[in-house]
């Protein structure tokens, strides 16, 4: 079992940032690909960002390349999801994600992650 715990949401201007963090515990954080994923009201949930166990390998949504930025401290168990220049459409609960899987060294499909976190809300206002 992983348990994850996301911080670090809230309400900002547009063209603003946040910084969300993900603390993970129990099994090994390092055999974990780590992903954020993001649901806005009545949407599905969406991929928003992985990293590689090493986090030497990371992918983004479309919609947030270079905007946001993944990173990972396997010392501290914890990814973060760095959020800049914030839009409204950016609006939604972020959700932190672990994969076990040993096939890819990161994945953008939900069915691949394992555990989820609770969830953050981030609101960007106009």
């Known amino acids: 079992q992983v348990q994850l715990v996301e911080s670090g949401g809230g309400l900002v201007q547009a063209g603003g940032s946040l910084r969300l963090s993900c603390a993970a515990s129990g099994r090994t954080f390092r055999d974990y690909i780590m992903g954020w994923f993001r649901q806005a009201p009545g949407k599905e949930r969406v991929f928003v960002s992985a990293i590689s166990w090493s986090g030497g390998r990371t992918i983004y949504a479309d919609s947030v390349k270079g905007r946001f930025t993944i990173s990972r401290d396997n010392a501290k168990n914890t990814v973060y999801l760095q959020m800049n220049s914030l839009k409204p459409e950016d609006t939604a609960v972020y959700y932190c994600?672990?994969?076990?899987?040993?096939?890819?060294?990161?994945?953008?499909?939900?069915?691949?992650?394992?555990?989820w976190g609770q969830g953050t809300q981030v609101t960007v206002s106009s």
């Open positions: 994600a672990a994969s076990g899987t040993k096939y890819y060294s990161v994945s953008s499909l939900a069915h691949e992650y394992d555990y």
